[in-house]
C-alpha cells in the first residue's frame, strides 16, 4: 500500500476531480465536508480546510489548499487543519500551493473564491449548532473593508464601535443600515452595497428594507433616526482606534533555512534553486511571509513537521500572527516564491519584461488582423492608444493552465495576484485599419505553468 493511500483520510475521497471550490470543516478532529450552502460562513471557533481546483495543461488539475484558523478555535484544531491539509495534499499527487489564513488576515486569493464576502460567525463546533428552524435572528453589526475583495468583520452591537472612516453594515430582522463615515471610501461604500443585497437574498428570503445613513446627517423622522436608536441614541463617535488588523507587516531580505527533525538551520550563500535539495524541506524567511519549501521525495511526515516548524518559527519570532505562510512543492513554485532566490533558471517561459502593481506586462502593438506574438529583443517605447477617450473595443481572459476564461465587463481591472492575465486592445488607427494591442499581466503568486 502506498503512503498516500494510508493517509488519506475517507472525508478526501474523490477530492479535486472537479473544477470549483470544496470545503471540509474540522469536528472532533477529522474533517467534515460541509455542503455548498454553508460556503461562505465560517464559524470563529472552528478552522477549515478550503481546495480550490482549476484545470492545467493537458486536461491536469491545479490545486490551492487553505487552512482558515477562526480566532477563537483551540491550538489543537488549528493543528489539525494543518496536519489534514498535508493529508489531502498528498492524494492530491503532492502538487497543491498550501495557504495558511487566519481570520481578518485573508489573502485576496482566498478572498476572491466567495462572492461578495465570507461571513464570519461567532461561536462554532464546540458551542454547539442549531439547526437554521431553531435559530433566531440576531441584530449584528460588521465593518466592511476592502475595494477589490471585501473584508467583513463582526464588531460589538454598540455605537462606540463606529467611527468616521469606515463604512458599518447593520444587519436587523426588519431593516438592513448601511452607514458611511465621512472619510470612507466610494469604493467601499460601492462594496458594502453588495453584500447588503447578498444578506438580504441569504437571510431575509429578499423581503427586507435597506437603508443608508450617511454620517452626520440626522434626521429624527428618517432611516437615520432609527438607525440612531438601535445604537442607544445619537451621541458623537469617537476616531478611528488602530488594531493588529491595521498593521502593515515589512519585508525583509530573504533568508533560507533547512528543516531537518522540526529544527531549522541558516544555509548561508547567495539564495539560488541551487541550494534546494530533492529530499529536504525548507523555509524562506521573507519577514511579512514565510514560505515552506517541499522536496519532492520527502515524506508526508516530513512535510506535516516543516509546516508545524514554520508555526514554531513565527512564534518564537514574536511575529504578528497575519504573518503569511505558504507551502510550494518542488516543480510548482508560485512566481513570488522563486522572485526571492538571486539566481532561478527561467526554462521555457518567457519572463516577464515588467512585475508593475496595476500596470500590464510586456505590452506590445500588433499590425493587421493575426496577432503575431511578443517581438524579440530590445522592447520599443511605443505610444499607447488611450483607452477610455478611444472608444476601442477591450477584453481580459484570466489563464488557467491551458485553458483562458474570458471576464465580464464588471471584473475587469480586478486582477489578483495568484492569477495571469492577457488583455487584448482593438482599436481603429487614422486610416480606419483596425490595430491591435496585446499586454499580460503576471501575479505575483502565479505558478508557472500559467506563466508560461
Known sequence: MSSTAKVLDPAFQGAGQRIGTEIWRIEDFQPVPLPKSEH?????????????????????????????????????????AAIKTVELDAALGGRAVQHRELQGHES??????????????????????KKPEEEEFETRLYVCRGKRVVRLKQVLFARSSLNHDDVFILDTQQKIYQFNGANSNIQERAKALEV??????????GTCDVAIVDDGKLDTESDSGEFWVLL?????????VSSEDDAILEATPAKLYSIVDGQLKLVEGELSKGMLENNTCYLLDCGAEV?????????????????????DFISSQNRPKSTRITRVIQGYETHSFKSKFDTWPSGSAAPPSEEGRGKVAALLKQQGMGVKGMAKGPSVNEEVPPLLEGGGKLEVWRINGSAKTPLSNEDI?????????????????GERKEDYFLSCWIGKDSVEVNIS
Open 40 to 80: 461562505g460562513k465560517f464559524y470563529m471557533g472552528d478552522s477549515y480546510i478550503v481546495l480550490q481546483t482549476t484545470p492545467g495543461k493537458g486536461g491536469a488539475y491545479l490545486y490551492d489548499i487553505h487552512f482558515w484558523i477562526g480566532k477563537d478555535t483551540s491550538q489543537d484544531e488549528a493543528g489539525t
Open 196 to 205: 447588503i443585497q447578498f444578506l438580504k437574498e441569504k437571510y431575509h428570503e
Open 232 to 240: 442607544g441614541g445619537f451621541a458623537p463617535i469617537g476616531k478611528k
Open 413 to 429: 481591472g480586478k486582477f489578483y495576484s495568484g492569477d495571469c492575465y492577457i488583455i487584448l486592445y482593438t482599436y481603429h488607427s
Open 291 to 311: 514560505f515552506v519549501w517541499v522536496g519532492r521525495v520527502t515524506q508526508v511526515d516530513e512535510r506535516k513537521t516543516a509546516i508545524q516548524a514554520a508555526e
Open 108 to 129: 485576496d486569493k482566498f478572498l476572491s473564491y466567495f462572492k461578495p464576502c465570507i461571513i464570519p460567525l461567532e461561536g462554532g463546533v464546540a458551542s454547539g449548532f
